[in-house]
């Protein structure tokens, strides 16, 4: 069956600092990989989404960069964080487009 | 371009009392419409799904149907528990995926 993982689950990070949050799945091939970010009082707003290795597609300017070295592996990154990227960070996959699954997210606080 | 537009909360109601939440989307084509919820401290689950005009999605008593005439998909349920108490998004899939803003219910004993 298919899986998806999501880590870490809480993180704190200080201002400036860089950051790194991945995704991977597991029992598929070639999915097609997302972010999104839950910002409080706010709805999800999609970040990047993934057709295939090195294939990144942005949807926000912003500080953060996506990555996907591997097939099922997604990296979200800054490197340098703003108070504004704290939130709730979200991958998911899908294997086309019609529902997604979501990984258990990552709380973002940055101080 | 493709969007969705969801009633905004917080939605207060004691338990056993009727549910609806409002949806409706802008899309090109035929989209295919999705109601996930978020418990407290978790991720998105998927709560029910249609995928084709006139269809109902229903699950754990929650029900929507995908009215095209109103470009619309409401959730509703009969009668919420405390259970029920989470966060409810609309989303709709047409190339990609598109959530509403998303609705607190807390449901009170």
């Known amino acids: 069956s298919q899986t998806i993982h999501q880590w870490p689950a809480t993180l704190v990070q200080p201002v400036g600092s860089p950051l790194s949050l991945e995704c991977t799945v597991e029992g598929t091939s070639n999915p097609n990989l997302y972010w999104y970010r839950q910002a409080a009082g706010r709805g999800l707003q999609l970040l990047f989404y993934s057709v295939g290795i090195g294939q990144i597609s942005s949807e926000v300017p912003q500080n953060l960069s996506a990555s996907r070295p591997q097939d099922r592996q997604f990296i979200l990154s800054s490197k340098k964080l703003l108070l504004s990227d704290s939130g709730f960070y979200l991958c998911?996959?899908?294997?086309?487009?019609?529902?997604?699954?979501f990984g258990s997210g990552t709380r973002l606080t940055v101080v | 371009g493709n969007s969705v537009t969801q009633m905004e909360g917080p939605v207060t109601l004691s338990e056993e009392a009727f549910l609806t939440i409002n949806c409706t989307y802008t899309a090109t084509g035929y989209p295919s419409l999705f109601w996930y919820v978020q418990y407290p401290g978790e991720g998105l689950q998927l709560l029910l799904k249609?995928?084709?005009?006139?269809d109902k999605g229903s699950n754990k008593g929650f029900e929507a149907t995908y009215r095209k005439e109103t470009t619309s998909f409401h959730l509703e349920k009969g009668s919420v528990q405390v259970s029920d108490s989470a966060v409810y998004f609309c989303?709709?899939?047409?190339?990609?995926?598109?959530f509403g803003a998303g609705t607190r219910l807390t449901v009170k004993p």
């Open positions: 998911a996959w899908s294997e086309r487009f019609y529902g997604y699954t």
């Open positions: 989303a709709l899939v047409n190339n990609d995926m598109r």
């Open positions: 249609a995928t084709k005009a006139d």
